[in-house]
């Protein structure tokens, strides 16, 4: 599954993102070009500025739904076209829906590129939608929520969680959708939708790899710029949380569940939305608290203390509108959840009191910084974080001087988000516990927990597609 | 404060409603005559299909806000000119904003009748909205809502309770609506909400008193019959709850709390939206379990047991879309609040694995009708029952068939009804504590929990107005 990459990968731009050119089409279409001369590979992406929180009300699953649908044929190709084109050059391709954002991309050879980009604007306006074509498919994404959400005692927790923890912003409904939801898109609606949304002056284009700038805007006029502009959309303002004043909790109990688990959840503002500085202190208090096997939660709760089997801490920074700051954590053999769940308290109480060292802080940075260096070294990534940047209302300089900013973020900033945004009173937690008859066994640990590394759990990653046209590439 | 009726009210129609007389004019506005020959009394209500369920994303609090720019000038009147001409007649007057629908209603002696319709109908379309009109009176309005929500913590808990419970529903959002979007609220926003739903075709007229239909349908047409047609309005579908799959538990944690209290919610179908027979059994059920002294939550916690100040179930089965039933406790003395919880589940334990006998059915229908005595032999009640019905869908047929409905259902209905709803583990409960430096003496109790005799502790009623207008009587 293609996640996009978090904020902390966006250290990497800082070396490899110094001569991005950026140009608009005469239709509004905004161009992104990132030279990467290391191999004969372009990344193709076309972002579109519409995800899940843009959906209609009561329309829930539409923009995961549309994003199947672009794998289904045009006036011009055939469903299946575009993704046996790129089998047979060796290439790949996918797409995935976030709550901001939809994304199509190919990584191929940059002979193919003006063919990718082609295939891409033909796709951008020209799909024949059907019901022939569109009943098949919602099954298609009926049968994904199924198998990934009904099927999964986490999921189906997580989505709860996140209704519980946002009650006013789109950011409560899942990407999925709703089931009863999903059963009811229709063609009409996805038209609207597609006439809406899918539009040059709605895009992103970003080209990553072995190509030149002037090389990319002939080839992006001659394909993209062909398309019309759509409706001027107005700015994506949602409605936003209300004062919270209560702590809430939401717990499903499941037979399927070996090993219980929880998470605690805070709605903190995302990167776009922050007061400057403090998304980046809210980015570096998640890696001290709990990013790794060198936090503080896994060296206290799974090294020290060996009561969990999984403790972390994650932060989601780059959402458009204010995202969620959570902690988790799992326990290990007899040791209850209550014992899990009160040194996680304290960890948090103890940042609250006292703060973190500086040399702490100065390694924190060093490995929130080096963690990325995968990102740094792979084309792909670097397309992500321009798009996923440029789609949720950032620009390119954000991307450039985001490693001086997380290394200008003071200990003290660490501690004042922690204890502006970290209060119990004012949380929402989720707890997964085992039904009755299934008491955890001494060593069982529910797989979902056991990402230490990485220092992100659960969180809710963007939807990526499963194309159901015959020979698109997974 | 005036509050709609609950739909046991209903139950007076059966005798005093069999005459009533229905008529639309031809602008499409619905005419309800309801004789009462009494007194020289007459109620005359305007119901428009507008609450704030209908508000757009992000504007909660418009048509609470709404109702209070009706009380300003229009091109004919100036603001507070209606209201001192009731008060100088003797009469008086009042408006409410529920989720689903706004009502304006004035009491009068008869030949004042035409005279409140003209000025009723001239404020349907005419008010004068300015910057100057708009802005005092949004300052009303934030004002009302520190007073009634941010001032009480168990206003501040019910809100957070109620958007646990309704998690896409716009019934999560708060009638009066959240403060930072209160504070928005402006002019333009206030124009169009006013030009989409003020029009004779989204109103219903309900006269209730001393006079014959023949004279209202010439009184009506002589003055709401000159007011345009608004635009036609889709039917009112809203996004419904998705499959609730946890327990849910909300906790406010306040100084001003002296006694621990508790609530839990499903939601379940209101009138509108059961299957037959589904919703009078839903009534009954909180009858038999908690309305009133003689319920089965009172009689154990309350009178037997002695552990609780009080204890009760509520249903709100008026509305247009799916509901909540509710059951509530509240310790005394030095109880646990943990006690009194257990001992009200243990109770609806025994209606899921039990039902209830004849006996007690056969004596809850009477005690059920017998409790709207009050409301049948007052004649706003009747205009009340039968505007609320109409503005949510309803027809006058269903108004006068409720009583029999009402004595058709079974026991067997009942304990359905229970095992299908009340389930612990979907549920959502809310738990009102005192911060720790305020432990309860055991004397005090809550005031907001001592309402036994009418099973009805907090559930969310119609906000009433609180015109500015001078001359308005409250």
Do not use: C
């Amino acid at each position: 599954m293609l996640l996009a990459l978090p904020s902390s990968a966006m250290a990497e731009t800082g070396q490899a993102g110094a001569n991005v050119t950026q140009f608009v089409l005469d239709n509004g279409m905004e161009v992104v070009v990132i030279p990467d001369h290391r191999a004969p590979i372009v990344t193709h992406m076309v972002w579109y500025k519409v995800g899940s929180a843009d959906e209609p009300a009561g329309k829930s699953g539409i923009a995961h739904f549309f994003e199947h649908l672009m794998f289904k044929g045009t006036a011009k190709h055939k469903a299946g076209e575009f993704g046996a084109r790129i089998a047979e050059i060796g290439g790949h391709e996918n797409a995935f829906t976030s709550y901001d954002y939809t994304a199509y991309f190919q990584t191929v050879t940059p002979d193919a590129l003006e063919t990718m980009m082609s295939f891409e604007a033909d796709r951008m306006r020209n799909l024949i939608l059907t019901d022939a074509v569109i009943g098949p498919e919602r099954d298609v994404i009926l049968e994904e929520r199924r198998s990934r959400v009904e099927g999964s005692p986490q999921a189906l927790l997580e989505e709860e969680v996140q209704a519980t923890l946002f009650q006013n912003h789109p950011y409560r409904i899942p990407i999925i959708g709703w089931m009863h939801e999903m059963e009811k898109l229709n063609r009409a609606e996805a038209v609207e939708f597609y006439d809406r949304y899918y539009a040059p002056n709605n895009a992103v284009l970003v080209v990553a790899g072995d190509v030149e700038p002037d090389t990319v805007r002939s080839m992006a006029e001659r394909t993209y710029g062909k398309v019309a502009r759509g409706p001027d959309l107005p700015p994506r303002i949602r409605p936003s949380e209300p004062e919270q004043n209560t702590r809430r909790s939401v717990t499903l109990t499941d037979r399927r569940v070996t090993v219980p688990s929880f998470s605690r959840s805070w709605v903190v503002p995302s990167y776009h939305r922050a007061t400057p500085g403090e998304a980046e202190a809210l980015d570096l208090l998640s890696e001290i608290l709990g990013g790794g096997t060198r936090s503080r939660l896994y060296q206290a709760l799974v090294v020290k203390a060996g009561i969990a089997a999984g403790a972390g801490a994650y932060y989601e920074g780059t959402t458009l509108d204010d995202t969620s700051f959570t902690v988790y954590g799992a326990p290990r053999g007899a040791n209850g959840l209550e014992a899990v769940e009160k040194a996680v308290d304290a960890e948090i109480a103890r940042i609250i009191r006292d703060g973190v060292t500086e040399t702490e802080l100065e390694k924190a940075k060093n490995r929130f910084v080096r963690s990325t260096i995968f990102a740094r070294d792979d084309q792909s990534s670097m397309a992500n974080i321009y798009g996923s940047t440029l789609a949720t209302g950032g620009t390119v300089e954000e991307v450039q001087q985001w490693p001086d900013k997380i290394r200008a973020v003071t200990a003290a900033e660490i501690k004042a988000v922690a204890v502006k945004y970290l209060n119990p009173d004012v949380s929402v937690s989720g707890y997964l516990l085992p039904a009755q008859d299934s008491r955890p066994e001494a060593s069982e640990i529910p797989p979902e927990m056991i990402k230490p590394e990485t220092g992100k759990a659960d969180e809710p990653g963007p939807i990526e597609a499963a194309p159901t046209g015959a020979g698109a590439a997974n």
